[in-house]
Protein backbone atom coordinates (compact mmCIF):
# COMPACT_ATOMS: atom_id res chain seq x y z
CA UNK A 1 0.00 0.00 0.00
CA UNK A 2 1.23 3.68 -1.00
CA UNK A 3 0.80 6.72 -0.49
CA UNK A 4 -1.58 8.24 -3.05
CA UNK A 5 -4.30 10.28 -3.94
CA UNK A 6 -7.81 8.19 -3.81
CA UNK A 7 -10.21 10.56 -5.49
CA UNK A 8 -13.37 9.16 -3.19
CA UNK A 9 -16.63 10.40 -4.50
CA UNK A 10 -17.55 13.74 -6.41
CA UNK A 11 -16.47 16.35 -4.63
CA UNK A 12 -14.28 14.90 -1.99
CA UNK A 13 -10.65 14.07 -2.03
CA UNK A 14 -8.55 11.60 0.06
CA UNK A 15 -4.49 12.10 0.01
CA UNK A 16 -3.24 9.12 2.41
CA UNK A 17 0.37 10.21 3.20
CA UNK A 18 0.07 7.24 6.30
CA UNK A 19 -0.17 4.11 4.44
CA UNK A 20 -1.51 2.46 7.89
CA UNK A 21 -5.19 4.68 6.84
CA UNK A 22 -5.61 2.05 3.87
CA UNK A 23 -6.06 -0.91 6.86
CA UNK A 24 -9.57 0.88 7.71
CA UNK A 25 -10.31 1.99 3.78
CA UNK A 26 -10.39 5.54 4.92
CA UNK A 27 -11.45 6.64 1.56
CA UNK A 28 -14.91 4.89 2.04
CA UNK A 29 -14.95 6.01 5.63
CA UNK A 30 -14.22 9.47 4.62
CA UNK A 31 -17.34 9.72 2.02
CA UNK A 32 -19.50 8.26 4.54
CA UNK A 33 -18.80 10.51 7.41
CA UNK A 34 -18.52 13.60 5.67
CA UNK A 35 -21.31 12.90 3.44
CA UNK A 36 -22.98 12.18 6.52
CA UNK A 37 -22.84 15.76 8.15
CA UNK A 38 -23.18 17.10 4.92
CA UNK A 39 -26.71 16.01 4.12
CA UNK A 40 -27.61 16.76 7.83
CA UNK A 41 -26.67 20.52 7.05
CA UNK A 42 -29.06 20.09 3.76
CA UNK A 43 -26.08 20.38 1.86
CA UNK A 44 -25.67 17.69 -1.48
CA UNK A 45 -22.36 16.52 -0.96
CA UNK A 46 -21.63 16.05 -4.60
CA UNK A 47 -21.90 19.67 -4.74
CA UNK A 48 -19.14 20.36 -2.56
CA UNK A 49 -15.57 20.24 -2.23
CA UNK A 50 -13.85 18.72 0.68
CA UNK A 51 -10.36 17.28 0.71
CA UNK A 52 -8.51 15.27 3.47
CA UNK A 53 -5.27 14.55 3.89
CA UNK A 54 -4.77 11.43 5.49
CA UNK A 55 -0.92 11.97 7.18
CA UNK A 56 1.08 10.51 10.51
CA UNK A 57 1.94 12.82 13.95
CA UNK A 58 4.65 14.19 12.54
CA UNK A 59 2.81 16.14 9.83
CA UNK A 60 0.06 17.29 11.53
CA UNK A 61 2.49 18.32 14.34
CA UNK A 62 3.94 20.43 11.65
CA UNK A 63 0.47 21.76 10.61
CA UNK A 64 -0.50 22.53 14.46
CA UNK A 65 2.56 24.41 14.66
CA UNK A 66 2.33 26.38 11.37
CA UNK A 67 -1.02 27.70 11.59
CA UNK A 68 -2.29 27.22 15.19
CA UNK A 69 1.16 28.05 17.05
CA UNK A 70 0.78 24.64 18.89
CA UNK A 71 4.48 22.57 18.89
CA UNK A 72 2.28 19.20 18.91
CA UNK A 73 0.59 16.53 17.05
CA UNK A 74 -2.95 16.68 17.55
CA UNK A 75 -6.30 14.46 16.37
CA UNK A 76 -7.39 16.31 13.46
CA UNK A 77 -7.50 19.72 12.00
CA UNK A 78 -9.88 22.20 9.81
CA UNK A 79 -8.79 24.38 7.23
CA UNK A 80 -12.33 26.32 6.49
CA UNK A 81 -12.08 28.07 2.96
CA UNK A 82 -15.23 30.32 4.03
CA UNK A 83 -15.69 32.12 7.40
CA UNK A 84 -18.82 30.83 8.38
CA UNK A 85 -18.95 30.91 12.20
CA UNK A 86 -21.90 31.34 14.27
CA UNK A 87 -22.91 35.27 15.16
CA UNK A 88 -23.71 35.01 18.47
CA UNK A 89 -23.25 31.73 20.73
CA UNK A 90 -25.15 28.97 19.92
CA UNK A 91 -26.71 30.06 17.01
CA UNK A 92 -26.64 28.42 13.91
CA UNK A 93 -23.28 29.43 11.43
CA UNK A 94 -24.03 30.52 7.71
CA UNK A 95 -25.14 28.61 4.78
CA UNK A 96 -21.90 28.14 2.71
CA UNK A 97 -21.58 30.90 -0.58
CA UNK A 98 -20.44 28.21 -2.64
CA UNK A 99 -18.99 24.68 -3.10
CA UNK A 100 -15.18 24.83 -1.73
CA UNK A 101 -15.45 24.02 1.89
CA UNK A 102 -11.62 23.72 3.30
CA UNK A 103 -9.39 20.84 4.16
CA UNK A 104 -9.33 18.50 7.00
CA UNK A 105 -5.88 17.08 7.87
CA UNK A 106 -6.27 13.76 10.43
CA UNK A 107 -3.40 12.11 12.42
CA UNK A 108 -3.16 8.23 12.41
CA UNK A 109 -1.01 7.48 15.68
CA UNK A 110 -2.88 10.20 17.64
CA UNK A 111 -5.92 8.86 16.37
CA UNK A 112 -5.22 4.82 16.63
CA UNK A 113 -4.36 5.79 20.51
CA UNK A 114 -7.25 7.80 21.52
CA UNK A 115 -9.54 4.97 19.62
CA UNK A 116 -7.23 2.15 21.85
CA UNK A 117 -7.52 4.21 24.89
CA UNK A 118 -11.31 4.62 24.76
CA UNK A 119 -11.61 1.01 23.63
CA UNK A 120 -13.52 2.15 20.41
CA UNK A 121 -12.55 0.91 16.51
CA UNK A 122 -10.18 2.92 15.11
CA UNK A 123 -12.86 3.61 11.89
CA UNK A 124 -15.70 4.59 14.97
CA UNK A 125 -13.24 7.42 16.15
CA UNK A 126 -11.93 8.91 12.89
CA UNK A 127 -15.94 8.56 11.54
CA UNK A 128 -16.23 10.90 14.53
CA UNK A 129 -12.83 13.13 13.88
CA UNK A 130 -14.08 13.49 10.34
CA UNK A 131 -17.84 14.54 11.01
CA UNK A 132 -16.96 16.72 13.77
CA UNK A 133 -13.85 18.32 11.36
CA UNK A 134 -16.87 18.41 8.51
CA UNK A 135 -18.47 20.91 10.95
CA UNK A 136 -15.68 23.51 11.55
CA UNK A 137 -15.66 23.56 7.76
CA UNK A 138 -19.40 24.41 8.24
CA UNK A 139 -18.69 27.33 10.75
CA UNK A 140 -19.18 24.91 13.93
CA UNK A 141 -17.20 25.99 16.79
CA UNK A 142 -16.75 24.74 20.44
CA UNK A 143 -15.29 27.49 22.11
CA UNK A 144 -18.24 28.62 24.23
CA UNK A 145 -20.71 26.68 25.88
CA UNK A 146 -23.82 27.21 23.70
CA UNK A 147 -21.59 26.75 20.54
CA UNK A 148 -20.02 23.71 22.00
CA UNK A 149 -23.46 22.00 22.71
CA UNK A 150 -25.02 22.94 19.48
CA UNK A 151 -22.37 21.03 18.08
CA UNK A 152 -21.67 18.03 19.62
CA UNK A 153 -26.09 17.27 20.02
CA UNK A 154 -25.26 17.60 15.87
CA UNK A 155 -22.31 14.72 16.18
CA UNK A 156 -24.14 12.54 18.22
CA UNK A 157 -27.26 13.13 15.65
CA UNK A 158 -24.99 12.53 13.02
CA UNK A 159 -23.52 9.47 14.45
CA UNK A 160 -26.56 8.10 15.18
CA UNK A 161 -27.53 7.70 11.69
CA UNK A 162 -24.11 6.36 10.99
CA UNK A 163 -25.11 3.14 13.53
CA UNK A 164 -22.11 5.00 15.67
CA UNK A 165 -22.79 5.87 19.62
CA UNK A 166 -22.88 9.18 21.02
CA UNK A 167 -19.22 10.12 21.39
CA UNK A 168 -19.81 12.23 24.52
CA UNK A 169 -21.12 9.43 26.80
CA UNK A 170 -17.50 9.06 27.47
CA UNK A 171 -14.03 8.60 26.04
CA UNK A 172 -11.83 10.85 23.99
CA UNK A 173 -13.64 14.32 22.66
CA UNK A 174 -12.57 15.36 19.15
CA UNK A 175 -10.70 18.62 21.07
CA UNK A 176 -9.25 16.64 23.89
CA UNK A 177 -5.44 16.73 22.06
CA UNK A 178 -6.14 20.36 20.74
CA UNK A 179 -7.51 19.75 17.69
CA UNK A 180 -9.48 21.45 15.50
Given amino acids: M ?6 VSDGIEVIVEAPEWETIGLGQLAARAIGAAL ?18 DARIGALNGQF ?20 SPGAAP ?12 IAWETCAREAADAGKPVADHATHLLVHATLHLLGYR ?17 LAALGLPDPYDGGPTPGSTGGN
Fill in 94 to 105: AAPAGPALGDIA
Fill in 68 to 87: RDKDAATNVLAFPAQELGPQ
Fill in 39 to 56: RDAGLDPARAEVAVLACA
Fill in 2 to 7: GTGRVA
Fill in 142 to 158: HDAAADAARMEGREARI
